[in-house]
C-alpha cells in the first residue's frame, strides 16, 4: 500500500532554547539601556520576526518604557508581551452549517497541506459534523491523489477524485456539484504545491478560484485558506505575500510549529499582511491540529 508517512518531512526536532528563555537571559544579564533593545532587536530578528516589523516592536518599547517610566525587567517584558499581542491576529473558521462551506487549501510543496486536510477533517469530524468530502484538487503530483484517499478511508469521508495529470479545477467543480446535489456542507479542497515554475502555480491557482467562484450560490461559504510551515521562517511572509495577492487569503493554518521553537513569523505576517491565523499543526498525527488562540500561542513563545 502507498505509503504517505514516508513522504520527506522538513520538520527537525525542536530546537532547547526558545524565545522566552533567552529574552530573560537578556533582560537578567543587562540594565536598561541603549544596547538592552539593540539585543532585543537582534533576538527578535532571530526568531523570524523580520526586520522592519522588529524595529517598529522595538521602537514601540522603547517608547512606552519612557512615556510609563518602566524601570524594572519584568516589567519591560510584560510591555513586550503587550506590544505583541497586538499584533496578532486570529479567526475561528467554524463551518456554517446550513450551507456549503468550501474551503481551498494552499501551500508551497511540503508545507502539510494534504496532512491538514485531513486533520480538519477529523477535528470537525469530532465536533460532530459529518457531511464532509474531500477533494482531490492536486492532480499535478502522482501519489498525491491516494495520499487523499487514503485519509478519505482514516476520516471516514468521501474523497472526490478523477486521474492525475487531469484539470485541478475540473475535479474541484466536480466536487462542489456532486456535494450540492448530496446535501454536503464542508468541502476541504487540496491543491498542488508545486509546478513547472511558480508563475504556473499563480496561473492555476487563480483558474481555480475562478472557477470556485462561478459555481458559487450567493449562500455558500468560500474560503481560501494558506498553510505556512512554520520551520520556513521569513519565508513564509514571501508565501503569503505571493499566495495572498493571487487569491486574496482569508486565513493561514500554520504548521510543524512542534519543529521549531521560533515561529515569530506568525507576527511579521499578521502584522503586516493582516491574515488571521485559524489553526495551528503540531504533529503528525490527525489530532495535531489545535485552534490558533494569540494568548496560547504568546505563552509558548515566552515559555522556558
Ligand atoms: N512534525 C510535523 N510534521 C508535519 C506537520 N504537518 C505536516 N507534517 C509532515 O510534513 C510532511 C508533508 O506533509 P504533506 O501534508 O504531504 O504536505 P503537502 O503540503 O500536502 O505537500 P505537497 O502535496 O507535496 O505539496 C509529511 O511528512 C507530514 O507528516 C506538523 O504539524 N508537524
Ligand atoms: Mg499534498
Redesign the pocket.
Known sequence: MFN??K?????KPKEKKNLGRKLMELFNNHKIDDSLFEDLEDLLIESDLGGTVTMEIVDELRANTKSKKLTENDQLIEELKIILAEQIESVDLTPDMENLNIYLIL?V????????IAKMARYYGDKGMTDIVLSAG?TF?AA?ID?LKIHGERTGFRVVHQSHGSDPAAVIFDTITSAKSKGEKLILADT???MHNRINLVKELEKIDGVIRKKLDPSDVYKKIL?IDATTGQNGLQQAEIFNEAVDLDAIIL?????TARGGNIISISRKLGIPFAFI????QLT?LEKFNPGQYLEDLFSN
Open positions: 504517505w508517512k513522504k520527506e518531512n522538513t520538520a501551500g510543496n511540503g508545507v502539510g497541506k494534504t496532512t491538514s492536486d503530483r498525491a495520499q498542488a504545491g508545486r498553510v504548521t510543524k510549529y512542534d519543529s499543526g503540531k504533529g503528525e495535531d
